[in-house]
């Protein structure tokens, strides 16, 4: 028969506050435990989330190049044939992806590519009077490659507008040089040059970027470049960043290029990433641990302690699986409460975070936000936790003999 | 006994109990009780101390199950029952009453009272506050109903004890030294009111004590001596 869990619930709020100073002490553990989870996680996150922004807000999510050329070396000999061999590398040439219109096309309709952009990169000389720079030229439609490192944003000054003849510069290198908006400056490839007007000035957020960034029309540079009509590169900007690896090992093997994903060109900051993770998930586990033992240690001494009130219980009707109950319905208390105080303390230490923890420049640091997802996670694992530690001191109460437990 | 073909309130029959069983130290303190009680009686199991008066409480009571023999209430066995079925059983026909009280520290007297119901029903119903009511009322307790145990002396916890056996209407209160641990007065008191609620609601008593003045007050003398029944009758022929 089906009955109200009145009985469980009023005898564990009971014996709850009965043993006040432990049901506290304990609540307070638990809340601890789930606001530095809940804390580290929110603070991982946004660091994590912003180290992302900042590394993919200049680069693409994949892209896609010709294939580097290789020597290929001369068939083996015959047996006892005595040879000397010298293969050196081959310089690698400026060359176009093959029908590269095509490969864009069948790139944008790959499900998960939420933008594509051709690109004609390369290196050129970027003379202003007396000042010379070595400079990193890339060709593009200005909006689909503001679909793929969000240029827009990045502009410090001017529209973003790249008329024929016009370039968009790195913010340092625009200083280097001595321009300013409007100003011309004379890019060199070789035998090819161009004047160029300065339309726009940007941040890509990284030094080395600004310092080297120019960015032209494509049809300019593949007229500086020389490769008329072609593209060295096709940029990929996806649905989910955390996709690419994956999505780039299939288009490795369904196309004859290189298909490298930002994974692939920031390894180190994936090791990072990946060591952050599982720094993060062990913090947790030894939390959680302490967080059902700290439930599992109180709920085993209250056992001990109400071993007659037990008894007397079971004699006055409860069943084993009433006490079971009780002491479950204790744990899932404390780790209830405890969640919720974790939670709203972990609130607490992130907003103090975001006001107190400011940059050089006054600004925070990056955003850090506890999501009522995470913290709807965190609060369950807590609530679970109680449950789980509950577990067996609780079988231990329902195990009591009740005749037993009254004479002691 | 009651003289009828109706089966008696229980019987037990060759009840044995042994304890540490296949163990060096085993020992059995029962060695083949019968026992019945009709109901409506008002019986006393006396004996020394050692002689198995609570085993033999505990067990008719469903507190521990013996290790062979028959029992059977209202001429149903009970061995064939799990620990959930002995628990119904023991909650539709007993109300104990112990000699330390036992009531639930954290508890008002009035909610150690209606405990019972709350773990039958999973709630407190109106009829079954009332009846809580009237019985802490019965006892003389109607002004110490919202009183945690701490706050009551200890003839009164007694009562509230009492009153506590009774809600669920019990076919058969089992009371262990009821008055052991109260004086000559509160004894007195606790006594009297045990026998008015005997004599008023017809509830059947099978009370252990020690005091030989308490089992004079009652109708049948059961004696126990080393495990076995060493006396059964009523008390004028006692």
């Known amino acids: ?194 004047t160029l007007r300065v339309a726009a000035l940007v941040d890509m957020g990284v030094r080395d970027l600004n310092r080297r960034t120019v960015i032209v029309p494509l049809r300019e540079a593949q007229s500086l470049l020389d490769i008329a009509g072609g593209a060295t590169q096709i940029d990929l900007r996806l649905d989910d960043v955390w996709s690419a690896q994956a999505l780039a090992g299939r288009l490795g093997h369904q196309l004859p290029h290189d298909v490298e994903s930002w994974q692939q060109s920031n390894a180190q900051l994936v090791s990072a990433l990946n060591a952050q993770n599982v720094s993060t998930g062990l913090i947790r586990i030894v939390v959680l641990v302490v967080v059902i033992l700290g439930i599992a240690s109180v709920l085993v001494v209250s056992v001990v302690q109400k071993q007659r ?20 319905v204790q744990g899932a208390l404390v780790g209830a409460v405890g969640a919720v105080a974790g939670v709203l303390l972990a609130a607490a230490m992130v907003a103090l975070f975001t006001h107190f923890v400011r940059g050089a420049d006054g600004q925070p640091l990056f955003a850090i936000t506890l999501p009522p997802a995470l913290a709807l996670q965190v609060a369950a694992i807590a609530l679970v936790a109680g449950v789980l530690a509950a577990v067996m001191p609780a079988r231990r109460a329902a195990r009591m003999d009740p005749a037993q437990a009254i004479r002691i | 006994m009651d003289g009828t073909n109706a089966p008696p309130l229980l019987a037990l029959a060759e009840v044995r109990k042994s304890y540490n069983l296949g163990q060096p130290n085993e020992a059995e303190v029962l060695h083949g009780v019968d026992l019945r009680i009709a109901a409506g009686e008002f019986a006393a199991l006396i004996g020394p101390s050692g002689s198995g008066k609570s085993t033999l409480l505990n067990i008719v009571g469903l507190l521990e199950r013996m290790t062979s023999g028959r029992y059977e209430i209202a001429g149903r066995p009970v061995q064939d029952h799990d620990d959930d079925g002995l628990t119904e059983l023991r909650r539709s026909t007993f109300g104990f009453v112990f000699q330390f009280h036992h009531l639930l520290p954290a508890f008002s007297a009035l909610e150690n009272v209606t405990l019972p119901a709350l773990a039958r029903d999973g709630r407190i119903g109106r009829r079954v506050a009332q009846r809580g009511r009237a019985l802490l009322d019965a006892v003389g307790l109607a002004e110490a109903m919202d009183k945690r145990p701490s706050q009551l002396s200890g003839g009164m916890q007694q009562r509230v004890a009492i009153a506590r056996a009774l809600v669920l209407e019990p076919a058969l209160v089992l009371a262990d030294e009821p008055t052991g641990n109260l004086d000559t007065a509160s004894a007195d008191d606790v006594f009297a009111l045990l026998r008015s609620i005997h004599a008023d609601a017809g509830t059947s008593f099978l009370v252990v004590t020690h005091d030989p003045r308490m089992a004079a007050r009652c109708d049948r003398i059961v004696e126990l001596v080393d495990g076995r029944i060493a006396r059964d009758g009523p008390m004028t022929a006692a």
């Open chain 1, 309 to 328: 009130e037990i008894g007397i219980l079971r004699a006055m009707g409860a069943t084993r699986a009433q006490v079971l109950r009780v002491f479950l």
């Open chain 1, 1 to 194: 028969m089906r009955r109200p869990l009145g009985f469980e619930v009023l005898v564990a709020l009971r014996f709850l506050r009965e043993g006040r100073f432990q049901s506290v002490l304990i609540i307070v553990g638990v809340a601890a435990g789930v606001a530095v989870v809940a804390y580290i996680s929110a603070l991982v996150d946004g660091l994590q989330r912003n180290t992302l922004t900042k590394t993919l807000g200049a680069q693409a999510h994949i892209s896609v190049r010709p294939r580097e050329e290789r020597v290929i070396a001369p068939p083996a000999p015959a047996p006892g044939t005595l040879v000397l061999r010298d293969v050196q590398p081959r310089a690698q040439r400026l060359r176009s992806i093959d029908n590269w219109p095509a490969v864009a096309d069948v790139l944008a309709r790959t499900p998960g590519v939420a933008a594509v952009s051709p690109m004609a990169a390369g290196a050129a000389l970027a003379q202003r009077a007396e000042a010379t720079r070595s400079v990193a030229v890339t060709g593009v439609e200005v909006e689909r490659y503001d679909r793929i490192v969000q240029l827009r944003e990045k502009l410090v000054a001017g529209p973003l507008r790249l008329q024929p003849g016009e370039a968009i510069l790195g913010a340092t290198l625009a200083d280097d040089l001595g321009v300013r908006l409007g100003d011309r400056l004379t890019l060199t490839t070789g035998p090819r040059s161009s």
